[in-house]
Structure formats: structure tokens, C-alpha cells
């Protein structure tokens, strides 16, 4: 289930271009299809690409935090979501 949700963007996308591509060859045939079907993939392409999460910038201070976890004294933890 955790593939499909994060994934989810992707699949959909492939949804829509075979169901779209579906439409355009049934209607008229393969003229014309391959310009506009190119550009919806690129554009899905591109919109995957600026909305993927990256790597966290923090990864440094989760280092330095499980040093202090481990270190046997008290913690607060405050966890913060970038969305």
C-alpha cells in the first residue's frame, strides 16, 4: 500500500495518457497523436521532477541528534513535517 501511495502521481499519469491515447485512436486514427501525447508525458515527467521530495538537508543533524539520544539524558523531541 506504502508503493501505491507513494507512487501514486506516476500511476496516474500513465492512467490518464492510456486512457487519453485510448480516445485519440479511436477517434481519428494515429495522425496527429504522437505531438500531443509527447507533450503530456513530458509534461507529467517535468511535474514529477518538481514535486519529488529530495534529500532532507538534515541529514547532519539527525546524526548529532541520535548522538544525544544515545547519550542516556533526558530529550525532547520536536518533529517537523515540511508539507
Given at each position: 500500500m506504502q508503493l501505491i501511495n507513494q507512487?501514486?502521481?506516476p500511476l496516474?499519469?500513465?492512467v490518464i495518457?492510456?486512457?487519453l491515447a485510448g480516445i485519440l485512436l479511436r477517434k481519428g486514427g494515429?495522425?496527429?497523436l504522437l505531438v500531443p501525447?509527447?507533450?503530456m508525458i513530458l509534461g507529467f515527467l517535468f511535474a514529477?521532477?518538481?514535486f519529488s521530495p529530495?534529500?532532507?538537508a538534515e541529514t547532519s543533524e539527525a546524526a548529532r541528534v541520535e548522538g544525544v539520544i544515545g547519550s542516556g539524558k533526558a530529550v525532547l523531541l520536536e518533529f517537523q513535517s515540511p508539507y
Amino acid at each position: 500500500m506504502q508503493l501505491i501511495n507513494q507512487y501514486s502521481f506516476p500511476l496516474l499519469a500513465g492512467v490518464i495518457i492510456l486512457i487519453l491515447a485510448g480516445i485519440l485512436l479511436r477517434k481519428g486514427g494515429t495522425e496527429g497523436l504522437l505531438v500531443p501525447l509527447s507533450a503530456m508525458i513530458l509534461g507529467f515527467l517535468f511535474a514529477f521532477w518538481l514535486f519529488s521530495p529530495g534529500a532532507s538537508a538534515e541529514t547532519s543533524e539527525a546524526a548529532r541528534v541520535e548522538g544525544v539520544i544515545g547519550s542516556g539524558k533526558a530529550v525532547l523531541l520536536e518533529f517537523q513535517s515540511p508539507y
